[in-house]
């Protein structure tokens, strides 16, 4: 199964009809789907089947078997390359399923889909995420082994193991491959092995339009070790798979510096007229193409998804290989896990994605301060606080860790000896990461970390940068995963580096992506509870929205048990000097936490983050001119959608149409929290250079501001009521 000492793999007439099935299989589906990509399956069929028959450690009967190497298809358009694999290893996926292909309901999407298919590691199909996914999987496979067996010679760990990825062109030339890639040779990331499909035909044909530079020469460039394996000579396109099968013993041979094998292929090989095409990319070849390919092939064009029951049943012998390479593993395995029992327990607790007993106790909470904290300090100080007792809470920025808070102290920096730093010195099985100026990579290098399974990563940078990972969000949204993406400098609040660095769109844009959580604490207490509640949640990935400036950490009425501040705790009633809710209410997305004096609030002020205290300074204005303001804090508006109807009814009563939202950004979604008769104060246009309190001076985020917006609500409800 894992690759030998044999230069040679075993290759017989068999294995050879098999990898002509992938091809023909390729065509069928594409031509029953009427869209898909089948050149790229067909001719990377000999390199997919070489990995999973021949090379990988994996096992078929058990997709997430932890010993397993991991294979990631960068090129999530040619889905089929690992759709037909999975078919011919014995995962599940039956004939039927590559009949269904990019059909409602089947296992078989246009792109792959992690949950969705048994076998697929990764969502891929956006260009360039897979490859960076790998990053991160190296390097969680790194640090879970500095957790779990750091003191083992390199290869003798149960933890050892590799991370392959099939990569285009389109993967190569985008920008997030060249972040990830320059990071993972910095890391030395032996485990990783690329194969890049260099085959020079994108949707816009011959790729020469778009590209010129020697790609080999960028990988060695970057500290690759980089090696080409060409199978279009002077005499004819020859699939020499024995040299394939050379390149990748080396590349495992090369422990210290991640690996790109380079393999010239003819896209779409055989079929007579399209191969060496832009169409055989992105396309269904067309009847008469695909019955001269079979032909060529020796299949019957008549026949369309043919069984050839003695190759399939060839190909599922590795599920029988699977069986003596996993009990070897076990065996590995049931030694380590005997004589380490306390890190056994570790690996127990971590695949169960369990949080460990009493680790909340270790969130400080932090006293009253008219003065006030700035979240983000607010939010390293936690960071650090759990650092002891939350081993696989791991992370850093894209080079913001002062700005971002991102470094819990005492902790190593992840990263090789040689390229320690007197300000950061570290190891390998370090803690603290360091992207550099890589936002687009950061993300999706920690969804790979998350992929991997054990750990959970966060990364750091302004809000206004997450424009730059975008795109990683977005999967991390999709798939599920439990990554923390720290978002400082939240609003105008970061004052002097003016509008390129304030953002403004950017909040009401983050939460239309679904899935995502975006949280922006109004003080330090609130923080503490948000830290804590990402982390309880496994299958949502957060945006913590934190401010550069201090605002006051609020005087409450004692955290605890109860409902959330629903009911306002011990607010409830109370005059507008009142102490206030319990910061328990933020995980619950939105709570009252301030009542309106006598307990009936004629208008709700709805806010988030740095903007809760001027609602509170607006209530007391209002309290003066006989006006009862009840103050909301909104910090996640995921979280409070997904409290009771009941309990949304109770802190946002329908009765009271006089609303105020206050944040600093543009307004979209608070329109739907203050209906027809509110009123945002928001900001519609980008910020400027100055002090923040000017700028919150100047564009009206103010207390006056609040209370007119109110005056301006009633006014309204009143008309409409006349």
């Excluded at 023909?24 to 990509?37: C, F, I, Q, R, T």
């Excluded at 292909?101 to 969502?123: C, F, I, K, N, Q």
């Excluded at 995502?516 to 830290?531: G, H, K, S, Y």
């Excluded at 246009?685 to 923040?692: I, T």
Aim: glycine share 10%; with cysteine.
């Amino acid at each position: 199964m894992t690759i030998s000492g044999n230069a040679a793999p075993e290759w017989s007439a068999t294995d050879r009809r098999a990898v002509d099935l992938i091809r023909v299989l390729a065509m069928d589906a594409v031509e029953k789907a009427g869209s898909g990509h089948p050149g790229t399956a067909m001719s990377l069929a000999p390199a997919a089947y070489l990995l999973f028959q021949r090379v990988m450690r994996h096992d078929p009967a058990d997709p997430a078997w932890l010993g397993r190497d991991r294979f990631v298809l960068s090129c999530g358009h040619s889905s089929l390359t690992l759709y037909l694999q999975l078919y011919l290893s014995g995962y599940g996926l039956a004939l039927s399923d590559l009949e269904k292909l990019r059909t409602w309901g089947s296992l078989t999407p246009g792109h792959p889909e992690r949950h969705h298919t048994p076998g697929v590691e990764t969502t891929t199909g956006p260009l360039g995420q897979g490859i960076t996914n790998a990053v991160g999987m190296a390097m969680a496979a790194r640090r879970e082994r500095g957790l779990l067996d750091p003191g083992a010679p390199a290869g003798q760990s149960p933890f050892d193991h590799r991370i392959y990825v099939i990569a285009s062109d389109g993967d190569i030339e985008e920008g997030i491959s060249h972040e990830a890639s320059s990071l993972a040779a910095h890391q030395d990331l032996g485990n990783l092995i690329v194969i890049y499909d260099d085959n020079s035909i994108s949707i816009e044909d011959d790729t020469a339009i778009a590209k010129s530079e020697d790609v080999c020469a960028r990988y060695r460039a970057y500290g690759w070790h980089v090696q080409r394996v060409e199978w279009r000579r002077p005499d004819g396109y020859y699939e020499d798979v024995p040299a394939l099968y050379e390149a990748l013993l080396a590349a495992q041979r090369e422990t210290d510096r991640p690996s790109f094998i380079a393999l010239r292929t003819i896209i779409g090989w055989p079929a007579p007229t399209k191969q060496n095409t832009g169409e055989a990319h992105g396309a269904a070849l067309g009847a008469q193409e695909v019955a001269a390919a079979k032909r060529i092939l020796g299949f019957d064009p008549a026949v369309s998804f043919p069984t050839e029951e003695d190759a399939v049943a060839h190909a599922r012998e590795v599920m029988d290989r699977a069986k003596t390479v996993r009990a070897q593993w076990e065996e590995s395995f049931a030694a380590w896990s005997a004589a380490n029992p306390d890190r056994a327990a570790l690996l127990d607790r971590l695949s169960a994605h369990r949080l460990p007993e009493g680790w909340t106790r270790a969130i400080p909470a932090f006293p009253p301060d008219p003065k006030g904290v700035a979240t983000r300090r607010a939010s390293g100080e936690i960071l650090s606080a759990l650092a002891p007792v939350l081993p696989e809470l791991w992370g850093g920025s894209a080079d913001l860790a002062g700005s971002n808070n991102t470094t819990m102290k005492g902790e190593s920096s992840f990263i090789p000896t040689e390229h320690q730093t007197a300000m950061f010195p570290g190891s390998p099985y370090g803690r603290t990461l360091h992207f550099g100026i890589r936002e687009h990579a950061m993300g999706a290098i920690c969804n790979g970390i998350a992929l991997h399974g054990l750990t959970r990563p966060y990364g750091g940078t302004f809000l206004v940068f997450s424009d730059y990972m975008r795109p990683a969000v977005r999967l991390a949204a999709m798939m599920g995963l439990p990554v923390t993406f720290v978002w400082t400098h939240d609003s105008i609040g970061l004052g002097e580096d003016g509008p390129t660095h304030q953002p403004v769109e950017q909040l009401w844009a983050l939460r239309a992506i679904p899935g995502l959580d975006i949280v922006r604490p109004a003080d330090a207490n609130e923080t503490a509870v948000a830290w804590r509640t990402i982390l309880e949640r496994t299958e949502n990935a957060a945006g913590l929205c934190l401010t550069r400036q201090n605002v006051p950490v609020l005087e409450r009425v004692s955290d605890g048990p109860g409902d959330g501040g629903a009911g306002a705790g011990g607010a409830g009633g109370a005059g507008a000097g009142a102490r206030l809710a319990s910061a328990e209410g933020t995980a619950r997305g939105g709570y009252i936490l301030a009542e309106a004096g006598g307990g009936t609030p004629d208008v709700i002020l709805i806010a988030t983050g740095s903007e809760v205290q001027i609602a509170l300074a607006a209530r007391e204005e209002l309290a003066a001119e006989g006006i009862g303001a009840r103050v909301v804090s909104m910090p996640c508006v995921e979280w409070f959608a997904e409290q009771s109807e009941s309990y949304r009814a109770r802190v946002l009563p329908p009765g009271v149409r006089a609303r105020v939202s206050v944040e600093a950004g543009v307004a979209l979604g608070w329109r739907t929290f203050v209906g027809d008769a509110g009123e945002c104060v928001s900001l519609e246009h980008f910020g400027a250079s100055a002090s923040y309190q000017d700028l919150y001076e100047k564009f009206g985020f103010t207390a006056g501001r609040v209370s007119q917006a109110a005056r301006a609500s009633l006014a309204r409800v009143a008309q409409h009521s006349e």
